[in-house]
């Protein structure tokens, strides 16, 4: 046996393989709500962007383009309420988990030190850490680690809105989150690829609040030192096939992350950094996609209810998280014999246990088979 190799978890979305078989012989077919991959067309405009830019014989930048990089400043300002981002305070990259599962290394962290994921998460940031050969540890507050463990704290997680359960982190929050790591002197990284994607109190559409960035100055006190928040548009654009993405935040962290991406080559093609450029500008198709989004959760929701799942949180994001008060994978069995797939919150940590996630990603036909069979039980 070979002695190479990092010794990681085995994938764990390979486990439901026989829930989808299950779920397979259902005479109408499979309703699969399980992994969350957008379905619904790349909007036009950004199509017709990557093939304007297709002609691209040279090496791309890795701090993106003139007009990528001002695409992103200007969508903060417009769509996050942070205002007075620099150019050089913003880079592209290949889709949000890469950077999820090297920043960790790429921030120079190592043995000894502690990387904070919120309590249910998802997995890649473990991953992250285990790359780094740091430790990682679940928590939702630092108030809540020992003081042994606060003193090896150097980069926090916050996942808000979150990956499965939806909760949405107000800016008192995260404002509290910041000025405590800040008195460690830890970095804040906030993974807020569903910011676009609220619901209820946080549907901007319907009146609600804008989902607050951790840039956000009520968060950061106008201040960025030690503060980076993550965004992709593989949800609100459709864009998962592009592995289209970004960070901003404090200008000599992105610095250091630029050099370092350099000498390894971390680089979003040329033609994907024109299409995010036309993406970031235009909002009608992201408000397109979140009112299909919109119309099946609404579908959805009362439909597992009725069923018999109890939802918790699921105030934005696109899944539907809750429990039947049983084993997970009770549920995720219960599920496969009316042909629904769904993921298992026990992916998410020990805290997952009993829970389930159930995705908006699929077609609206798919949606209302599913609703169909969770009516007809």
Known sequence: ?????????????????????????????????????????????????????????????????????????????????????DEASVMPTVGSKELVAWLPFLLGLGKGDVVVRPVVAYPTYDIGATFAGA?????DNLEDLDAET????KLVWVNSPGNPTGTVRDATSLSQV????????????SDECYAELGWGDWDEDRGGQRVPSVLDPRVSGGEMTNLLSVYSLSK????????????????????????????????????????????????????????????????????VEKYGLSIEESRAGLYLWGTMGE??????????????????????GDEGQGYIRISLTASDERVEAAVRRLSNV
Request: net charge neutral; hydrophobic share 40%; glycine share 10%.
């Open 150 to 153: 606060r003193s090896r704290v």
């Open 236 to 303: 609100q654009s459709n864009l998962a096939g592009y592995r289209a993405a970004f960070i901003a935040g404090d200008t000599e962290l992105i610095a250091n992350l630029i050099n370092s991406r350099k000498h390894a080559g971390m680089i979003v093609p040329r033609p994907i950094q024109d299409a995010m450029t036309i993406a970031l500008g235009d909002e009608s198709h992201v408000a397109h996609q979140k009112a299909l989004y919109r119309s099946r959760r609404e579908a959805l929701k009362p439909a």
């Open 1 to 85: 046996m070979s002695s190479f190799g990092l010794s990681l978890p085995d994938y764990p979305w390979n486990s439901l393989a026989p829930y989808r078989e299950r779920a397979a012989g259902h005479p109408d077919g499979t309703v699969d709500l399980s992994i969350g991959t957008p379905v619904d067309p790349t909007p036009e405009i950004v199509r017709q962007a990557l093939a304007d830019g297709a002609d691209a014989p040279g090496y791309p930048t890795t701090q993106g383009t003139a007009e990528v990089r001002q695409a992103i400043v200007q969508w903060y300002a417009r769509r996050r309420g942070v205002e007075g981002l």
């Open 178 to 189: 910041v000025r405590e790591a800040r008195e460690l002197g830890a970095v804040v990284a």
């Open 327 to 348: 084993d997970t994978w009770t549920t995720v069995g219960r599920f496969a014999d009316l042909g629904i797939v769904v993921g298992p919150g026990v992916f998410y």
């Open 135 to 139: 430790n990682a540890v679940a928590a």
